[in-house]
């Protein structure tokens, strides 16, 4: 069977991968269409990874391939129909990520709240010159209300952290009803309920039935002290309301750990000081990475046996 590996992984993960005799790429660039169609082409199994270009257009040619074994989560750089079409079956990493995530999620809400990423840049320019009653004045997370868009896996672990860390009002918004959460919380009937909210997480999958779920009226429905965070996917959300959103000042701020065509993060994002903007730093831990490469490599284990995978999508 010959396995391709789209980015190097861990150490403890590569090492396991040696059963599978894996091939790696020679660089750790998204894998472009051509690419993807020659690995489809010449590999058993790929293990491509954010961004690598599976979308339709990757099968047009002759496939040999039966198994994309996602590293990650999140499917939306693979149109999965295409691929069912095609006989390959997809695979990806649930559950490893959950508490990796949420805590960035936390990160960001804190660090939008009380002008962390502001803070640093004024010291490390040489312009703090000491504390000052009114200098760089945020806002305080206990005790307010935050919305959460998309109340899967994820969602409800940022609900546990804001509600019994920081006794947050959790209001959330999701596509079906939700009962049992572990958490107080109130589901409410649309987007704009939840944007309403003090803080607003969004935490949907990606794909065609989220891109730009988060659009100029959804961002209008919230109040002006209102931060704003994604760890859901970039296109989850209209960038450029977004920008026109902060600009104008419309919301307080907000936090980004993804971004609409990752990974070029446009100019006027990165001009203002009311946005927190991280590198994609959601499972950018090394025991989360192990534990997402624990689950490739079951999926892997389950093909190459002809038991049923794992982790189908």
């Not at 074994?69 to 691929?83: E, P, S």
């Not at 010291?123 to 504390?131: F, K, M, P, T």
């Not at 945020?138 to 919305?147: D, F, N, P, T, W």
């Not at 987007?191 to 659009?215: K, N, Q, S, W, Y």
Request: hydrophobic content about 50%; overall charge neutral.
């Amino acid at each position: 069977m010959r396995v391709l590996i789209s980015r190097h992984l861990t150490p403890k993960v590569e090492a396991e991968l040696v059963a599978f005799g894996a091939e790696y790429r020679t660089t750790d660039a998204q894998m472009t269409l051509a690419e993807c169609r020659a690995a489809l082409a010449e590999y058993d199994a790929v293990v491509p990874t954010l961004g690598d270009a599976f979308g339709a257009a990757a099968f047009s040619g002759p496939v040999r391939a039966r198994l994309l074994a996602n590293f990650g989560v999140g499917v939306n750089h693979i149109d999965v129909a295409a691929a069912r079409a095609a006989g390959v079956a997809v695979t990806n990493t649930p559950g490893a990520v959950t508490d990796a995530t949420a805590d960035i999620a936390m990160t960001l809400l804190l660090m939008s709240a009380r002008r962390a990423g502001e803070g640093e840049r004024m010291l490390r320019a040489g312009r703090w010159h000491g504390w000052q009653p009114t200098q760089l004045l945020g806002q305080h997370v206990s005790g307010k209300r935050l919305g959460i868009i998309g109340m899967g896996r994820i969602g409800r672990a940022v609900a546990r952290r804001a509600h019994f860390g920081f006794g947050m009002e959790i209001i959330f918004f999701n596509r079906s009803q939700i009962a049992g959460l572990g958490v107080p919380a109130r589901q409410v009937a649309s987007v704009a309920e939840a944007m309403a909210a003090d803080f607003v997480v969004v935490a949907v999958p990606g794909g065609p039935a989220t891109r730009h779920l988060i659009d100029a009226a959804a961002l209008a429905a919230m109040p002006p002290h209102g931060h704003f965070i994604n760890i859901a996917r970039g296109d989850v959300v209209d960038e450029a309301a977004l920008i026109r959103a902060l600009e104008g000042r419309r919301i307080a701020g907000a936090g980004l750990d993804v971004y609409e065509r990752e990974p070029e993060v446009p100019a006027r994002l990165m001009a203002l000081e009311n946005v927190t903007l991280l590198p994609h730093l959601g499972t950018a831990s090394e025991e989360v990475r192990d534990g997402m490469g624990r689950m490739v490599l079951a999926n892997l284990a389950a093909f190459a046996s002809g038991e049923p995978l794992a982790n189908p999508v």
